[in-house]
C-alpha cells in the first residue's frame, strides 16, 4: 500500500452539490447552499475544502461539480480551475443516482474505463493523509471491479448518522484493509447505536463510493434501467452543445429521483459487489447547528462557537454557538447550549437538543408561503 | 374627596424624561431612550402615555417636561401640545434634583403658590380613575404644606423596587387616606419583601411626589443649599431667551448630581412633612425585559410576548419575550422564558431571569468604547 500525493492514475472525482441543508436554517438558503457556507472557520466554503482535499488525488482537471443552474456562478468563483467541461449543471435536482450517474456516463464516453469517486460538497474532514490512503485503497478495489465505499470508524454511538455492517476481510491488491460489507443500517437509535460501537463491525455511511463509471452504470441497469437510459441519452449528446439542449428538456424532467444508497449501493451489498475501506480520518456531515457546535467545542464547559466574518459576540456564562452574518453586535446572557443563527432577513433561536427540529420551521415558512427567506 | 376628571386648580405635572434605561439595551439607547419607547403595545411611547395620563389632570398648557437637548425633537413630535415654555432642555444630565428643582423654581417664579407632581416618563400605570384619585388627594396633602408620594399598594413581593414604610394615619383636608411615612427601604431580598407584604404596613415606591413648588425649594435649602442657590440662578433668567445662554454655560455644569430620593424625600420623611397616598392603580416601572414579559403576560404556560411593528415571530415550544425592531423573520424553537431583542444594530439572547444582568453588557460595551451601539 502506498500513500500517494500524486494524482491516482485513471480516477475521477465527482461532486454532487445539491442538497440546500434545510436544517441549517436561515444560514443554508435556496439561494445559498450549504456547500456554500464556511462552517468550519477555514475562511473557505465546504465546496472549496471538498475540492482542495481532492485535487492532490486526481489534479484540477479531473474533478466534476454536479451543480443545479442558479449555483453556477457561486460555484465557479468557488472554484476557478473548474473547466467548463467538468461543470454539469442540472435544470432542476433528480437527487444522487441522477446526478452521479450522469457524471459516470459522460465520464465513462470520455475515457473509457475510468473510476468515479463522489464526495458530498457539503461534509467536512479532517486528516488528509488517512483520507488520501483510504480513497487510494477504495479506488483499487474499484479497478478489481467492486464498488467501494469510505466507512468511518465511529467514535461514539451517533445516532444522527446511517451504519455500515461488515466484517469480513476480502483480498483486494491494493486494498488490504478492504471488508465485504454485509449491509447498510439505517440511523439507530442510542441504544443500538452503542451496540454497534461495541461490536467493532459498523462504520459511519460516509456517502462516498467509489467505482469504475462502467460499474456503476451496470448496476443502474440492472436496478434502474428506466433511469440508466435516461442518463445514456444525456450522456451520448452533452458533450455537444448544440444537441443538448433539446434532450435535456425532453428527459431530465422524466429522471426517477432516487438516492444513489438505494439505487446501488445497498443492491450492491445484497449483491456481494460491495466493500469498504475503513478509515481513522475526522468526518462529520454537519447536518445541524448542534454538529457544528461540536466542531468547534474546545472541551470547555462555557464552549461557545462564533461562525461569522467580523462578527462581534458577547457572551457572560453562555454556550452553544452563534453564527452570524451581519456583523450587528450580538450580546448573550446565561444561555446555555444556544444556537443564535442570525442573518440579514432571518434569526433563529434555539438550543442544540432541539438543532434537528429546525427542518420543521423550514417546511412551516413554506407551507406559510415565505419563499422569501427559504 | 372627589374625583375630578377636571383639571386641579393650583396643579402643574413636571415630567422629568431622562434616563435611558440600561437594562433595556439594545432597544433603549442614548439616542432612543426608554420613555420613547412603546413597551406595552399600545401604538403610543411611554412618554405619550404618561402625557395622556397627566392632561385630565392638568390640562395640555399645566405640564413641563425636563428633557435632553438631544431628544428635543423626538419629545416634541410625541407631545404636539406641549409649548415651547414648558420644555426645559438640559444641556447635560444631573440627575433629578436638579431636574424637578429647576422645574420647581421657574414655575415658582411664574405662578407663587403653585403645587407641582412631578412623575416619571418611562413607568407603566394603569387603572386611570384610581390615579385620578390618588394625585387629587396628594395635591390636597401638598396644599397643606406636606411633601407627597403616592405609594402602590403591592400585590406580590417585589424584589426589584424600593418600599415606603407607612402605617400612621393622619389627617389632612381633602387627603383621607393619607398615612405619615415613617421611612423609605431599599429593594430588598424575597424573604425581607415577604416580611413587608404580610405586615400591610409597605408600600412600593413609584417615584412620584407632589409638593408645592416653594416646599421643594425650601427643603432643598435645608438639604443641598449649593445646588438650590444654582437652580435659583437659573430660574431667574430662563424665560429671559438672551440672558439665558450664558448662565446656563457657567452654572448647569456645577449642579450637584443627586436623586430627589435623598435630597428631598428621605430628609423630608425625617422630618415628619413626608406623607403617602396608598393606591390601588396598576404600576410597574418596567425597568427590565422580564417586566415587559410579565407585563404582557396572559398567564398561560408558554406565553410568548412579542412586541415591535410588523414582527414575524414564529415560535415552537417557546416562552418569554421577543422585542423586534427589524422585520425579520424570527423562529424560537425549544427556548423557555427567553428574552430576544432585536435591532438594526444589535441582538441581545438572554433569559428572563437573567434580565437584570443586561446593564452589565452595556458597562462593557462602553468600557470596550462601542458607543456606536448604546
Same mark, same amino acid.
Not at 65 to 70: E, H, L
Not at 293 to 313: C, F, M, P, Q, W
Given at each position: 500500500m502506498t500513500t500517494s500525493v500524486q494524482p491516482i492514475p485513471q480516477f475521477y472525482a465527482v461532486i454532487p452539490a445539491g442538497g440546500i441543508g434545510s436544517r441549517l436554517w436561515p444560514l443554508s438558503r435556496a439561494e445559498a447552499p450549504k456547500f456554500l457556507h464556511d462552517l468550519t472557520g477555514s475562511g473557505r466554503s465546504l465546496l472549496r475544502d471538498t475540492w482542495d482535499r481532492l485535487v492532490p488525488l486526481t489534479g484540477p482537471d479531473r474533478i466534476m461539480?454536479?451543480?443545479?443552474?442558479?449555483h453556477r456562478a457561486a460555484v465557479e468563483e468557488q472554484l476557478p480551475d473548474l473547466s467548463d467541461m467538468n461543470i454539469v449543471l442540472e435544470s432542476e435536482p433528480r437527487d444522487s443516482s441522477a446526478a452521479i450517474g450522469l457524471a459516470a456516463a459522460i465520464l465513462e464516453k470520455r475515457e473509457p474505463g475510468v473510476v468515479i469517486g463522489s464526495f458530498a460538497a457539503d461534509h467536512v474532514i479532517r486528516g488528509a493523509r488517512f483520507f488520501n490512503m483510504a480513497v487510494t485503497e477504495a479506488v483499487a478495489a474499484a479497478q478489481a471491479g467492486y464498488i467501494a465505499t469510505?466507512?468511518?470508524?465511529?467514535?461514539?454511538?451517533? $445516532? +444522527?448518522?446511517?451504519?455500515?455492517? !461488515?466484517?469480513?476481510?476480502?483480498?483486494?491488491n491494493g486494498a488490504p484493509s478492504a471488508l465485504e460489507v454485509d449491509s447498510f443500517v439505517e440511523k439507530p437509535d442510542f441504544a443500538t447505536a452503542e451496540k454497534y460501537i461495541a461490536s467493532g463491525d459498523y462504520l459511519w455511511n460516509a456517502g462516498m463510493f467509489i467505482m469504475k463509471a462502467s460499474v456503476m452504470l451496470e448496476e443502474l441497469g440492472r436496478t434502474k434501467p428506466a433511469l440508466l437510459a435516461g442518463i445514456l441519452e444525456l450522456a451520448e449528446v452533452w458533450d455537444d452543445k448544440e444537441k443538448r439542449g433539446p434532450v435535456v428538456d425532453r428527459v431530465w424532467p422524466k429522471l426517477e429521483k432516487i438516492a444513489i444508497d438505494y439505487s446501488i449501493a445497498e443492491p450492491a451489498a445484497d449483491a456481494g459487489r460491495l466493500v469498504t475501506i475503513p478509515a481513522e480520518f475526522d468526518w462529520d456531515d454537519?447536518?445541524?447547528?448542534?454538529?457544528?457546535?461540536?466542531?468547534?467545542? $474546545? +472541551?470547555?464547559?462555557?464552549?461557545? !462557537?462564533?461562525?461569522?466574518?467580523?462578527?462581534?459576540?458577547?457572551?457572560?456564562a453562555s454556550s452553544g454557538i452563534v453564527v452570524t452574518e451581519t456583523g450587528r453586535t450580538i450580546a448573550l446572557i446565561g444561555v446555555r447550549d444556544i444556537v443564535v443563527v442570525d442573518t440579514g432577513d432571518a434569526l433563529l433561536v434555539t438550543t442544540t437538543a432541539n438543532a434537528q427540529k429546525v427542518k420543521a420551521v423550514v417546511d412551516a415558512l413554506r407551507i406559510a408561503g415565505r419563499d422569501d427567506v427559504l
Open positions: 461539480v454536479v451543480t443545479g443552474r442558479a469510505i466507512g468511518i470508524r465511529p467514535d461514539e454511538p451517533a $445516532t +444522527g448518522f446511517g451504519y455500515i455492517h !461488515a466484517h469480513k476481510e476480502l483480498p483486494v454537519v447536518g445541524d447547528f448542534a454538529s457544528i457546535a461540536k466542531l468547534h467545542s $474546545t +472541551g470547555h464547559k462555557n464552549d461557545l !462557537a462564533i461562525l461569522g466574518e467580523g462578527a462581534r459576540v458577547l457572551s457572560d
